[in-house]
Structures are given as structure tokens and as C-alpha cells.
């Protein structure tokens, strides 16, 4: 079952893993200068007629990053990056899917021990949260029925502090 303690474990074993992969790449371009391969970029010239549509992905820690650019006659006409937070935070889309976030606390065992419903701090909800993302909770309101819960921190989003 997926949950926070999960998503913390595949990316300590995600961090071993691309460990492994740059020793490899570290491995074979030493033995790429070794052999006299030293080359270390491919000549680009930016194209100067017509419009081009380029786009690139990376796989970050919190998710998929992207960049978007339309090229017209070698001036950048618009420039966009779409960071994980944004996907990961997203409302749900024109299917009615939950975005990663909502769908990840619907049903998220509550734990935290509180005396009065205006006690709650919704612990829980935030540390699922920030299984995701470790800033996000920084600013996280929960709807509690009729009243809001609004976590503004700079620190520990745990309430640590209070």
C-alpha cells in the first residue's frame, strides 16, 4: 500500500540506485579519457529562420519538471517550466481525477491526539504531504468541516515549535 512511509523509502532506495548509476557513467567516461575520447559537447548553432516548438523533461526528486519553448527566427517568443509541485498540487482534471495530493490523504489514517475538534492540527495530512515534498506544507490549509485550518510555517511544519 502506498502511503508516506513508502514514498520515503523509494526515494532513499532511488538516491542507492542513482548512486550506483554515476559511479557506472563516472566509470566509463574515465575510461572513455583514458582511450583519448575527451570530447565533451556537440557543436549546436540556434536556428535563425521559421518558429520551433522544443520541449525537455527531468526527472526530479519530487517529480517531472519540464521546460517549454517556442524558438521564432532565433528569439525565444514564450518560455514555460512546469515544476513537479504544480503537477503534484494540481485540482482534478477535466476527467474528474484527484490531483497526487488529494488523492494521496483521502482516507489517510488520522494518529494525532487532540482534546477539542479546535485542537487539531492536522498532523498527519501534513506529513503525507511532505512525503511528497518537503516545502509544500509550508503553507497547507486543511477544511475541517466549517472552519480552515491554515499551517503558515518557515521551520517544522509538525508543530515541533508550538
Known amino acids: 500500500m502506498w502511503n508516506a512511509f513508502e514514498r520515503n523509502r523509494a526515494r532513499a532506495y532511488a538516491i542507492a540506485f542513482n548512486a550506483l548509476v554515476s559511479m557506472n557513467d563516472w566509470m566509463k567516461a574515465l575510461d572513455?579519457?583514458?582511450?583519448?575520447?575527451?570530447?565533451?559537447?556537440?557543436?549546436?548553432?540556434?536556428?535563425?529562420?521559421?518558429?520551433?516548438i522544443g520541449v525537455g523533461f527531468w526527472g526530479a526528486g519530487r517529480g517531472w519538471l519540464t521546460h517549454h519553448l517556442v524558438?521564432?527566427?532565433?528569439?525565444?517568443?514564450?518560455?514555460?517550466?512546469?515544476?513537479?509541485?504544480?503537477?503534484n498540487a494540481s485540482p482534478r482534471d477535466p476527467w474528474d481525477s484527484l490531483g497526487a495530493y488529494e488523492e494521496a490523504v483521502m482516507n489517510t489514517p488520522l494518529l494525532?491526539?487532540?482534546?477539542?475538534?479546535?485542537?487539531?492540527?492536522?498532523?498527519?495530512?501534513?506529513?503525507t504531504i511532505r512525503s511528497f515534498d518537503p516545502c509544500m506544507p509550508c503553507t497547507t490549509h486543511i477544511f475541517a468541516g466549517d472552519r480552515v485550518i491554515s499551517r503558515e510555517v518557515n521551520t517544522c511544519a509538525c508543530g515541533a515549535e508550538d
Open 112 to 127: 494525532e491526539t487532540f482534546a477539542a475538534p479546535e485542537k487539531f492540527k492536522g498532523i498527519d495530512v501534513l506529513r
Open 71 to 87: 524558438l521564432d527566427n532565433g528569439l525565444v517568443s514564450n518560455y514555460q517550466i512546469v515544476t513537479p509541485s504544480t503537477i
Open 32 to 52: 572513455l579519457l583514458r582511450n583519448g575520447r575527451n570530447e565533451v559537447s556537440t557543436p549546436f548553432e540556434i536556428p535563425k529562420r521559421g518558429t520551433r
